[in-house]
């Protein structure tokens, strides 16, 4: 844990592509073509990052929050959320990020952590929240 609190972020950001990737792999869509869903089943997304939006292939300089890429990153998350999918974002840096408290299902599913022992709490209480939720069903 030591190692990984002195890690600072260094480098482009752009969330968006890790949200698509989560979304591809479970839809039957190419290029992952995932199985049909179970219609019991309740699509997830946990969304981690390490740093702000910065750039994409489009706009940002890579260093900076840029306001066009959290615009592509707010779209996502709209057209995520309404295939029903639960979405949970976890955010490892100080500061905070609207874009990533938006795009949460709702506000008990944005984490915003500044060290690295806060993740595995963090993990251990979105794995709770959802084993709670399938002996519910």
Same mark, same amino acid.
């Given at each position: 844990?030591?190692?990984?609190?002195?890690?600072?972020?260094?480098?482009?950001?752009?969330?968006?592509?890790?949200?698509?990737?989560?979304?591809?792999?479970?839809?039957?869509?190419?290029?992952?073509?995932?199985?049909?869903?179970?219609?019991?089943?309740?699509?997830?997304?946990?969304?981690?990052?390490?740093?702000?939006?910065?750039?994409?292939?489009?706009?940002?300089?890579?260093?900076?929050?840029?306001?066009?890429?959290?615009?592509? $990153?707010?779209?996502?998350?709209?057209?995520?959320?309404?295939?029903?999918?639960?979405?949970?974002?976890?955010?490892? $840096?100080?500061?905070?990020?609207?874009?990533?408290?938006?795009?949460?299902?709702?506000?008990?599913?944005?984490?915003?952590?500044?060290?690295?022992?806060?993740?595995?709490?963090?993990?251990?209480?979105?794995?709770?929240?959802?084993?709670?939720?399938?002996?519910?069903?």
């Amino acid at each position: 844990n030591a190692k990984v609190d002195q890690l600072a972020p260094n480098g482009a950001t752009n969330q968006t592509v890790g949200l698509a990737w989560g979304w591809q792999a479970q839809t039957q869509n190419v290029p992952l073509n995932a199985p049909a869903p179970d219609p019991l089943a309740i699509n997830v997304i946990i969304l981690l990052t390490d740093g702000l939006n910065t750039q994409n292939r489009w706009a940002g300089d890579g260093v900076n929050q840029s306001s066009a890429v959290d615009a592509r $990153m707010t779209q996502a998350c709209s057209n995520v959320k309404a295939q029903n999918f639960r979405v949970y974002t976890v955010l490892v $840096m100080s500061g905070n990020s609207s874009v990533l408290q938006n795009c949460a299902s709702d506000s008990n599913k944005y984490f915003a952590l500044t060290t690295a022992g806060q993740i595995v709490t963090t993990f251990n209480t979105i794995g709770t929240e959802l084993a709670n939720l399938h002996l519910s069903l």
